[in-house]
């Protein structure tokens, strides 16, 4: 044996292995010796074992479902011991094979995902910066947070008559589920008029509670408003364009790390 | 005007990769303007089908001009991306990609089995791959290229995973469909019968002839060798 001349690779896997073993048989998986393949994977772990490597215990399942396929094979096919309800699919072989064809091609797909992730390395995308006079000049910017009050007051007019008294029902809403909301509205439209934030709320604390969460995700720098002409509707947009976004309202010390580059490229700055 | 053409604008300076319904969105927010034309109003309500069909005519002849950047659908959503064999000139433009560390081989081959197969459970995966797969998982999804999905409705409800967006966007595919191979590999659709012996020979569903042991004493040519 040329055991010197052993050049040692790891293996993910006894089905790893075993794939290895018949490659180098140079033989298609359907018509490999099993009893050979046995004798050679027990081969190998003797010799992982001289080398000290630790055995993972995959390995010697396989080692021992290959002993029962060889010492099955030993004995003529009348005195074989029938394995209750031992069907062609229950074949310890036949099962053995099944799973190193499956393996084989998922290692096959492996291979050319791995050729796409490679492709994919040189692939630049084109990313264009926005035009500034965009925002600059469609929008006024400064808006005051009594615009936003102004803006708040209209919307719950329109609970102002149904005052009157009424069972009172415990807070259904809470900020931080509306924070997750208006993310969830934003990544839909670039910019979302203001009413819009309100159309479906049912009652004045939910109105509240959407206002809080429109504030505090002004504060934490994640939504900029702004109004296109003078007394018009307030528009709200996303101050970056990807902005990863806790749902906790907790103010994080620097609350904005964009991935994304040129953070100071913000028009409101 | 043509829409392909106003997609093409649309895309050359987008900031993002735009998904037809996002296109959609655009055509409307340009008609409602006031000093929207006639052709700009015409086209409010263009659909997204009309759209997709003008953007894969455009991806096509970008295609046949052989320029060097081409017209890509990734996951979804389409932008205008650099022919790979410029890499070289583009690392040194923009520096090295801030992208992560490529994927190891059993990483990749627990990606593949759940991408072909999904959703798939943790024991499924392992059935296939004869290994456990507890770290790869976790780096898997630490990098947000697979996601629990659910739960699979068996003895102990396990946990069901299935990949992401981010999985097709960091292989470039268009869709899980765009996947190499991916009717051969992809689970055997249910409306084939449980024939004894399947079409494709490549498909590990029936034994053999070979390896078959039904008629007992008719033992396999294969064995007797030994």
């Known amino acids: 044996m040329s055991e010197y001349q052993v050049k040692f690779e790891v293996f993910e896997g006894p089905l790893d292995l075993l794939l290895y073993l018949i490659k180098k048989e140079e033989v298609d998986i359907y018509s490999v010796n099993l009893t050979k393949l046995a004798s050679q994977f027990i081969e190998y772990i003797e010799m992982m074992r001289e080398f000290d490597l630790e055995i993972a215990g995959e390995f010697l399942v396989m080692a021992s479902t290959l002993m029962y396929i060889k010492s099955r094979e030993l004995l003529p096919v009348e005195q074989q011991a029938q394995v209750e309800d031992e069907e062609a699919g229950e074949d310890p072989r036949w099962e053995l094979i099944r799973q190193l064809v499956e393996y084989k091609k998922f290692k096959d797909a492996a291979a050319q995902l791995q050729t796409l992730e490679a492709r994919q390395e040189g692939v630049f995308p084109r990313l264009p910066i926005k035009p500034q006079f965009e925002e600059d000049k469609a929008t006024k910017q400064d808006i005051s947070v009594f615009d936003l009050l102004n803006a708040v007051n209209a919307v719950l007019k329109r609970f102002e008559k149904r005052d009157n008294p009424r069972e009172i029902f415990e807070d259904k809403w809470t900020v931080s589920e509306k924070i997750e909301m208006i993310v969830r509205v934003m990544e839909k439209g670039v910019v979302v008029r203001f009413s819009e934030l309100f159309e479906d709320a049912m009652s004045r604390s939910e109105v509240v509670c959407t206002f809080l969460a429109l504030l505090e995700l002004i504060r934490l720098k994640q939504l900029v408003c702004g109004q296109s002409s003078d007394f018009g509707e307030i528009e709200i947009r996303k101050r970056d364009a990807v902005v990863p976004m806790s749902a906790t309202p907790e103010p994080p010390a620097n609350p904005t790390e964009p991935v994304a580059p040129a953070p100071a490229e913000n028009p409101t700055s | ?226």
Do not use: N
């Open chain 2, 1 to 226: 005007m043509e829409l392909k053409f106003i997609l093409e604008s649309l895309l050359f300076s987008a900031q993002k990769p735009l998904s037809p319904s996002e296109l959609r969105d655009i055509f409307a927010t340009a008609a409602a303007a006031e000093d929207a034309d006639t052709t700009v109003k015409g086209l409010k309500k263009t659909k997204e089908a009309d759209i997709i069909a003008a953007l894969e005519e455009l991806a096509k002849e970008h295609e046949a001009a052989a320029r060097s950047y081409r017209l890509v659908c990734v996951a979804g959503s389409w932008q205008f991306v650099t022919q790979p064999e410029f890499a070289p000139w583009l690392k040194a433009l923009v520096g090295v990609k801030a992208r992560p560390s490529r994927l190891s081989q059993p990483a990749l081959e627990t990606l593949a089995i759940i991408a072909y197969r999904q959703p798939m459970t943790r024991a499924e995966i392992e059935q296939i791959r004869g290994v456990s797969v507890d770290g790869t998982m976790q780096t898997l999804l630490e990098r947000g290229l697979v996601e629990q999905s659910g739960r699979a409705e068996v003895i102990g409800r396990p946990a069901l995973y299935t990949t992401t967006t981010a999985f097709l966007e960091y292989l470039g595919l268009k869709s899980l469909e765009d996947l190499p191979a991916a009717d051969e590999l992809r689970r055997i659709p249910i409306e084939k019968p449980e024939a004894p012996l399947t079409a494709d020979p490549g498909l590990a569903t029936s034994a053999p002839p070979e390896l078959k042991l039904e008629e007992a004493g008719e033992k396999p040519a294969e064995a007797a060798k030994t």
